[in-house]
């Protein structure tokens, strides 16, 4: 079974506004990553986060932690319609592979 | 992109027949890993490899195998293809800190 599920399934934004999905686990990690993947195209990284991390920054995007809860979640400021795509979490439990969610798929309007 | 191709890149077989495809790596990355992606289901790991020759099975390895007898190749086998291997085929590579780079991907339609 997927460990890692995201919320929501889908989002539409119009651009210039932030795009927030969540994604929650079951069982500890050692990391956690937040992939996106355009329409046809393979899945690219976009940023890791460790279990002892809290908040991690990449440009417009802002990840956070919280391993209480078992949830991470993937912030998106000043979106814009390139931004388009699903967005993956995938967990990592120290095992050599990932856990992959189902994903969240985000439209930004023009 | 990193360095990892996949081929071929479409494909469309009859039930019953063998299908191999390939993932080849640029990188001199050690770990290297198949996945499918069906819809509602998101990434399936199939199987993966941590070295020439060593192997592990993934949530989804039935009716799969592979071969890694090259740091820069991991084939993915359908001994004898079906319907429900109908999906897109990724592989991946992964450097030590766990990131990993995926390939293209490759659509297989079986009829």
């Known amino acids: 079974s997927q460990q890692g599920e995201e919320d929501p399934q889908a989002l539409s934004i119009q651009e210039g506004e932030n795009a927030t999905m969540n994604c929650s686990y079951k069982t500890s990690i050692n990391n956690l990553q937040w992939y996106r993947q355009n329409s046809g195209r393979g899945l690219v990284h976009l940023i890791l986060i460790r279990s002892n991390e809290r908040e991690k920054h990449s440009g417009r995007l802002r990840v956070t932690l919280d391993t209480s809860k078992k949830s991470s979640s993937l912030l998106i400021t000043a979106s814009r319609a390139a931004d388009t795509a699903s967005y993956f979490c995938a967990t990592d439990h120290n095992t050599d592979k990932l856990i992959f969610g189902t994903g969240t798929r985000l439209q930004v309007f023009p | 992109d990193a360095g990892i191709t996949q081929s071929p890149r479409h494909k469309v077989t009859e039930t019953g027949t063998p299908v191999t495809l390939r993932c080849h790596q640029t990188?001199?990355?050690?770990?290297m890993y198949w996945y499918r992606q069906d819809p509602g289901h998101g990434l399936r790991l199939i199987h993966y490899?941590?070295?020439?020759?060593?192997?592990d099975k993934g949530e989804v390895s039935d009716g799969y195998s592979v071969s890694r007898s090259k740091t820069e190749d991991f084939l993915l086998t359908l001994e004898s293809a079906t319907s429900s291997q109908t999906s897109v085929y990724f592989c991946?590579?992964?450097?030590?800190?766990?990131?990993?780079?995926f390939g293209p991907g490759t659509r297989l339609t079986v009829t």
């Open positions: 490899s941590y070295g020439v020759k060593d192997t």
């Open positions: 991946a590579i992964s450097d030590p800190s766990y990131e990993q780079y």
């Open positions: 990188e001199n990355h050690r770990y």
